[in-house]
């Protein structure tokens, strides 16, 4: 007997039922590849039957916003609009309607819809660092850099836990070369007018 | 101090397998309610986010890997190490000596770290390589770590149940009907199968 819809992450065969929540590797019937198969019971969970909002039958029943003919069943709990069970979306146990949830996810607002995030502490330290192989490049790059670490010092940074010792390393860095730059014009002006 | 959201499960893995400037890295983080997967190339971050109650398996596969560099970097420290014996010349030696040095590292920390794997996580709509479990001792750590968050998300199935359902499951195949060929066939052709993400 084989689970079909578990494959061989190798070969694609059909894993076995004794390869399934073993300890130990078991080697895959087709290529011998040894795996080990770890299932869990949301595995034989069926796909919830998708829901259809209720027709409005009383005319001075509530109405979803979207759906005038669909009777309402709760409000939209950050904008207050009146929402049928289709256009109820769940998160984390509130209910949104699917506007404020791509508001949400768009302004970053709903930090669980999040998928992408700049690290702009990052950046600016790269930018502090790495042009100091060109010495010359830091005339430009670090003013750019000590822009960016003030302009996102309290930009979001990572999802994970992260400190604010880029920034400051950013900081420090482009201010010395900012000074070195203030003092290098500094005796070069003083030379050719002395 | 505030609680850390999330807690690191493993550190930073290169995505491609044989990259030396890689191209992006991958790590794990365990939340609340879910595993994080953190692509990054070092000045963006890609979040992927796998909750416990949607977790379906975990598929380990013990890859030769670990064998291949053992072999590789074991002979090339061999290479650089041995002819410092038969030599004379001091900076030959120095610079035999130092390459050598790193290769025999590189030999000790690999097998320090053990058999090398590679990790997939099945959801119902996704089958997501995890390349920062690439090492089967940490994967098989984490997954103890993981399971009973699993458990207490999704409820736990006595062995027995879960081969009865495994059994009534729409996919499953009995061997009386398909006999030995179904193992030895190969790639399925299962309309069911959920896309593949590799």
């Known amino acids: ?194 | 101090m505030a609680e850390k959201e999330y807690e690191r499960l493993t550190r930073a893995r290169p995505r491609a397998r044989f990259a030396v400037i890689s191209s992006g890295n991958s790590s794990l983080w365990l939340g609340k309610d879910h595993l994080l997967c953190i692509d990054t190339n070092g000045y963006t971050e890609n979040y992927k986010r796998f909750y416990f109650r949607d977790i379906q398996a975990f598929l380990i596969r013990k890859t030769p890997r670990y064998k291949w560099w053992s072999v590789v970097t074991g002979l090339l420290a061999a290479g650089f190490l041995l002819p410092i014996a038969f030599s004379t010349e001091v900076w030959l030696q120095y610079i035999f000596g130092v390459v050598g040095g790193l290769f025999s590292l590189i030999f000790v920390i690999n097998l320090a770290l053990g058999p090398s794997s590679a990790c997939q996580l099945r959801t119902a709509v996704q089958l997501e390589e995890l390349p920062s479990l690439n090492r089967l001792r940490r994967t098989r750590k984490e997954l103890d770590r993981l399971r009973p968050l699993l458990v207490a998300a999704q409820g736990a199935l006595p062995p027995e149940e879960i081969f009865s359902r495994v059994r009534e499951f729409p996919g499953s195949e009995t061997s009386s009907a398909s006999g030995a060929s179904d193992v030895t066939s190969g790639a399925v052709e299962d309309s069911n199968v959920p896309p593949r993400i590799i």
């Not at chain 1, 080697?27 to 796909?47: G, T």
């Not at chain 1, 998160?91 to 930090?111: S, T």
């Not at chain 1, 790269?126 to 930009?155: D, E, Q």
Request: glycine letters at 4%.
């Open chain 1, 1 to 194: 007997m084989s689970l079909s819809l578990l494959l061989c992450p190798k070969c694609n065969g059909p894993l076995p039922e004794s390869a399934i929540n073993r300890p130990d590797l078991t080697p895959c019937p087709v290529c011998a590849s040894p795996l080990q198969v770890e299932i869990f019971p949301a595995l034989f969970r069926r796909a919830a039957v998708g829901r259809d909002g209720e027709a409005v039958l009383v005319e001075t029943e509530s109405t979803c916003f979207y759906h005038p003919q669909k009777k309402a069943v709760l409000p939209c709990e950050a904008c207050g609009r009146f929402l049928c069970v289709l256009c109820d979306c769940e998160l984390h146990g509130k209910h949104y309607c699917p506007a404020c949830l791509e508001v949400g996810r768009k302004k970053r607002k709903i930090k669980s819809l999040e998928t992408e995030r700049t690290l702009y502490d990052s950046l600016a330290l790269s930018l502090a660092v790495l042009p100091l192989l060109m010495f010359y490049l830091t005339f430009i790059t670090a003013p750019a850099a000590l822009y960016m670490a003030l302009r996102y010092w309290n930009a979001p940074r990572s999802i994970v836990h992260r400190s604010k010792i880029r920034l400051v390393l950013a900081i420090t860095f482009a201010s010395l070369q900012i000074i070195g730059w203030v003092i290098a014009i500094y005796f070069i002006i003083t030379k050719n007018h002395g």
